[in-house]
């Protein structure tokens, strides 16, 4: 721009002194072509001072003058600001500019092409599985943790499981799935009484009168003992053994019951009320995040993941179907042009002030130099074109008036 300010400058000076060499040859009686090259001079000698005066008005005032309607742009630095603030609001931000914009991007069959190539789709899984360890090192396990238990908490104690329960028992039983549980419990209680049978006779002698007899109390104890062990052990090998037909009859009942009968579902709710209460459950409730956090986090940090396989395994299915399927791109894209409609027309103002305040936040002559230096140059071939084109419109003139006989 200075190296265009000087050629200007240098070109301005340059018909001063034509012109003054010009009017010397004329006063001096030289006939002819000193007119013609003074009127020429004069006049590119006008047309540069006032091109020079119109862009030096822009940024500054002209020799330090504060002549009105001058240093334009210092001045007029917050109007130009909102202007254009204005100007892009109006024209890039209505939404009909963005519903033609983006309808003629194609977006969907352009997405769904680039997002079925395997080398984007495996782009996309990455940065997700980097957007999604990001987060969860943002949360805090603490807020996450009180959120969760206040969540399932308040979940299970606004549902009644009494009916669940019971229907769900009642299907067991008729379905005959409580054996193995009936039959592991007989197991275990025989083998329990096989291993600690002097613990049973121990504690049925101690439970025995004072004034009986020891050996009568030992005798009593073998004798519980035995009874113990042979009713276990009938009812382990009798599947049709009468203790587990009453079972059946008391869990059909008590399933009854857990649907129907009012005290029963009452008592459950108070039961899981009080559980729900305990400190211990609690902790329970609250630590789930922590493990379910290093799950995900561990799927998505693993590039063999199921997580991520599935991911990117449904990216590139997607891609597939919106490169093929014109309903769904036409789907895809309205949501995206309502998104952007709204987005543009509900923070329209919030983006073109963000261009107003900017402008206005700016020093106004670090603002005027800033203009300067991108515009200056072309500005400066407006002197030039101003000498030249003056130069030629005198000399043009000058000829006619001279023609004419003036």
């Known amino acids: 721009m200075r190296r265009m300010k000087a050629t200007a400058t240098g070109l301005l000076v340059l018909v001063a002194l034509i012109f003054t060499l010009a ?11 000193p007119g013609y090259v003074a009127a020429a001079a004069e006049a590119g000698m006008v047309g540069a001072l006032a091109d020079w005066f119109a862009v030096t008005a822009l940024f500054r005032h002209p020799l330090g003058i504060p002549i009105p309607h001058t240093a334009i742009i210092p001045n007029k630095k917050d109007q130009l600001g909102a202007s254009l603030g204005h100007f892009v609001g109006e024209n890039f931000l209505s ?36 957007a999604l360890r990001g987060a969860l090192a943002v949360l805090r396990d603490s807020d996450v943790q009180a959120v969760v238990g206040e969540a399932i908490t308040r979940r299970a104690e606004t549902a009644e499981i009494a009916p669940g329960l019971g229907k769900t028992l009642d299907k067991i039983v008729t379905d005959g799935a409580h054996h193995r549980a009936v039959d592991l419990v007989c197991a275990s209680a025989h083998n329990w009484l096989i291993t600690h049978g002097d613990s049973v006779m121990d504690a049925v002698q101690g439970g025995a009168p004072g004034w009986t007899p020891r050996f009568v109390d030992r005798k009593v104890g073998e004798r519980v003992y035995k009874e113990l062990v042979r009713f276990v052990t009938e009812m382990r090998d009798a599947p049709n053994h009468p203790a587990r037909g009453a079972i059946d009859r008391f869990l059909a009942d008590f399933a009854s019951d857990l649907q129907a009968d009012t005290d029963t579902r009452a008592r459950v709710e108070r039961m899981k009320s009080d559980m729900l209460s305990r400190p211990e459950v609690q902790d329970i409730i609250a630590s789930a995040w922590s493990s379910v956090r290093a799950m995900i986090i561990s799927a998505a940090e693993d590039e063999r993941s199921e997580l991520r396989l599935r991911a990117r395994a449904s990216l590139m299915s997607l891609g597939a179907r919106l490169a093929t399927d014109g309903r769904l791109q036409h789907k895809l894209e309205g949501w995206i042009e309502n998104a952007a409609v709204y987005v543009v027309t509900t923070y329209r103002e919030e983006i073109t002030s963000l261009i107003s305040d900017t402008v206005a936040g700016w020093d106004a002559e670090h603002t005027s130099r800033k ?9 400066q071939f407006i002197r030039i074109n101003g000498t030249v084109v003056g130069a030629l419109a005198g000399l043009v003139i000058y000829t006619v008036v001279h023609a004419l006989g003036g």
């Open 23 to 33: 009017t010397w040859a004329r006063n001096s009686g030289v006939e002819g072509w």
């Open 95 to 130: 939404e009909d500019v963005v519903r033609a914009r983006l309808r003629g991007l194609s977006l969907g069959g352009r997405l769904g092409a680039w997002l079925a190539e395997p080398a984007h789709a495996d782009r996309v899984t990455a940065e997700l599985s980097t």
């Open 371 to 379: 203009i300067e230096a991108h515009i200056g140059r072309d500005l």
